[in-house]
Nanobody, 125 residues
């Protein structure tokens, strides 16, 4: 089992930055993949970025790879999503998810078995 808790969302002006945090707990954290997904109003949930705890390799959606950075802090069991140059279209509920085993970074949400409650990010124009 993996439990996930997101924090760091909020309201920011276009061009600004936010850092989301996902703190994980559970016996299998070190062998998992953590992914960030987002869901905008009226749209499907989409993959944003992912990281493997063991190897530290990362993956990004093409739409965000120049602006967002995913990283992890093993000591704190926390994954971060640094979001820069935010745009109004980045407005969404952002979800942290975990996939066990973490043998590859999946981009499909149904391959993740554990989810946080989601956190709102709003970007004003």
């Amino acid at each position: 089992q993996v439990q996930l808790e997101e924090s760091g969302g909020g309201l920011v002006q276009a061009g600004g930055s936010l850092r989301l945090s996902c703190t994980a707990s559970g016996r299998t954290v070190s062998s998992s993949v953590t992914g960030w997904f987002r869901q905008a109003p009226g749209k499907k949930r989409e993959f944003v970025a992912g990281i493997r705890w063991s190897a530290g390799d990362t993956s990004y959606a093409d739409s965000v790879k120049d602006r967002l950075t995913i990283s992890r802090d093993n000591a704190k069991n926390t994954v971060y999503l640094q979001m820069n140059s935010l745009k109004p279209e980045d407005r969404a509920v952002y979800f942290c998810a975990a996939r066990v085993p973490g043998n590859f970074i999946a981009t499909l949400d149904y391959l993740y078995g554990f989810w946080g409650q989601g956190i709102q990010v709003t970007v004003s124009s």
